[in-house]
């Protein structure tokens, strides 16, 4: 199986998704790293699974820059295929995108061009569009602007609050993220 790392910031469902998937008979690829920019609840999935962690705190380092090459670092130390951001809450600088091009996917909880950033949810609903969803695409130097490699729609319904609505995303994203994976590691 294809090696791939996932890195993430919150509560990881996304990445007990790829990993339950990853068990399953036949599957495609292999989560050989998990790294995280704080000590992110979602650590404990990978741990528990005896995968190697990382945690590359932007703090630890002086700048931005070396930050960016803290996690290149702690990237190639996994020779992965495949990098997916599963709720990594981060930007990355050039060095990164450049080592690894078009080899970087990212999950997001709207559709995007619409409502990029760190509030896809809230953002959504705050502008009470009716329709929203979920995006998984090619990480590029913009944010949120790469290429879409899936997406899927979500009605929002009168009683949702951020909370209920991001669940409902999420069930989408666990399952559309598995299958780009396993689509882009075949
Ligand atoms: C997901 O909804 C993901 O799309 C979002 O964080 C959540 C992580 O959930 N990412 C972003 O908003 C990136 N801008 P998880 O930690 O349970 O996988």
């Known amino acids: 199986p294809a090696p791939i790392v996932v890195l993430i910031s919150g509560t990881g469902s996304n990445l007990a998704a790829l990993l339950d998937a990853s068990r399953a008979e036949g599957s495609s690829y292999e989560i050989v790293g998990v790294i995280a920019d704080r000590e992110a609840a ?11 962690t990382e945690v590359v705190r932007l703090k630890d380092f002086p700048d931005r820059d070396a930050w960016n090459h803290g996690v290149r670092l702690a990237v190639d130390r996994f020779a992965p295929q495949l990098i997916v951001l599963a709720g ?7 060095e990164l995108l450049e080592a690894y091009p078009d080899r970087i996917i990212n999950t997001h909880p709207a559709l995007l061009p619409s409502f990029p950033g760190a509030h896809g949810v809230r953002d959504a609903l705050a502008y009470g569009v009716r329709v929203t969803g979920a995006t998984v695409f090619v990480v590029d130097a913009g944010i949120d602007t790469g290429r879409i490699l899936a997406q899927e729609a979500l009605t929002i319904l009168p009683e949702d609050d951020e909370t209920s609505l991001h669940e409902r995303i999420k069930a989408i994203e666990r399952r559309m993220l598995v299958d780009v994976v396993e689509q882009l590691t075949r």
Do not use: D, S, T
Request: charged share 10%.
């Open 42 to 52: 979602g650590l404990a999935h990978a741990r528990n699974a005896g995968i190697p």
């Open 88 to 94: 990594f809450m981060k930007l990355f600088g050039p």
